[in-house]
């Protein structure tokens, strides 16, 4: 059952590699209003990156497509990361997720769902070949004490 | 994404600047591949004091780097490396393959 969301924000943007830096800048935006720290603040915007790099280079390897993050703040203080493309999808979602695989070539290490398994609580990706990827990660922010209350 | 090189007695420093990502990765990985085809070092320096966010792309960089410096019979070490950046090299257990300080 899906949890009800406190504030939630969707955006959608072409896959080109400079909106990279824009996507993980408006998460991190967005999920300042939860007060994080600094490391959980670079950890969710480590995560965005990861996540948003894969769409574009390996959602639509040969054109440009919609990428769509969604960012949602739900009860106990827990961030949720939506990011779903409509390209050519994994074939095999286990085998990707492993560390060093990677069809994309000598620019990327394979690290990519390794770095968000380590820097979210939890990551799932769903994947239909021909239809797209879904990549849903959560994390839970430390509750901090607000000054003066 | 900024590189300056500094070259002497076979040794090559590069100091990197600005985010390391998927964007900037490949016009990065193409000018140290470049600068170390120029300066044939014996020893190559990655300094990421600069680097303001690195995700995997960044890693791949550095394996690149550290193999072109293998097949030269030369060393790779990267240094000065910022929180962000090394949680990610962390994750990925690269400090096992690479030598940083």
């Known amino acids: 059952m899906k949890t009800k969301a406190s504030n939630e924000v ?5 896959s080109r590699s400079s909106n990279e830096g824009f996507a993980r800048s408006a998460v991190a935006c967005f999920a300042a ?6 490391n959980e603040l ?3 915007k480590t995560a965005v990156s990861e996540a948003v790099t894969n769409a574009i280079v390996h959602a639509y390897p040969d054109a440009i497509g919609k990428v769509l993050v969604k960012v949602r703040i739900c009860p106990g203080n827990v961030l949720e990361l939506t990011v779903k493309d409509r390209g050519r999808g994994i074939p095999d979602v286990d085998r990707a997720r492993q560390p ?7 620019e990327r290490s394979g690290m990519g769902f390794t770095i968000m398994e380590s820097f979210m609580d939890k990551l799932t990706v769903r994947s239909v070949p021909g239809k797209g990827t879904t990549v849903v990660m959560k994390k ?3 509750p901090r004490m607000k000054a003066g209350k | 994404m900024e590189i300056s ?8 420093l590069l100091e990197f600047s600005g985010e390391l990502d998927h964007h900037g990765a490949r016009d990065a990985l193409r000018e140290v591949e470049m600068a170390v085809d120029a300066a044939l070092p014996k020893k190559l320096v990655l300094d990421l004091s600069g680097v303001t966010f690195m995700d995997s792309s960044g890693i791949a960089l550095i394996l690149r780097a550290q193999q072109r410096m293998q097949l030269l019979d030369g060393s790779l070490l990267v240094c000065n490396v910022p929180a962000q950046a ?9 400090g096992r393959l690479v030598t940083i300080r």
Do not use: H, Y
């Not at chain 1, 060093?100 to 000598?106: A, L």
């Not at chain 2, 990610?88 to 257990?93: E, H, K, R, S, T």
């Open chain 1, 42 to 44: 670079e950890d969710i």
């Open chain 2, 5 to 12: 090189a500094k070259s002497a007695d076979r040794n090559l």
């Open chain 2, 86 to 94: 090394k949680r990610v090299l962390d994750a990925a257990g690269i």
């Open chain 1, 33 to 38: 209003q939860l007060d994080p720290t600094l």
């Open chain 1, 140 to 142: 839970r922010l430390a």
């Open chain 1, 100 to 106: 060093m695989f990677t069809t994309g070539g000598e």
């Open chain 1, 10 to 14: 969707t955006m959608e943007f072409p």
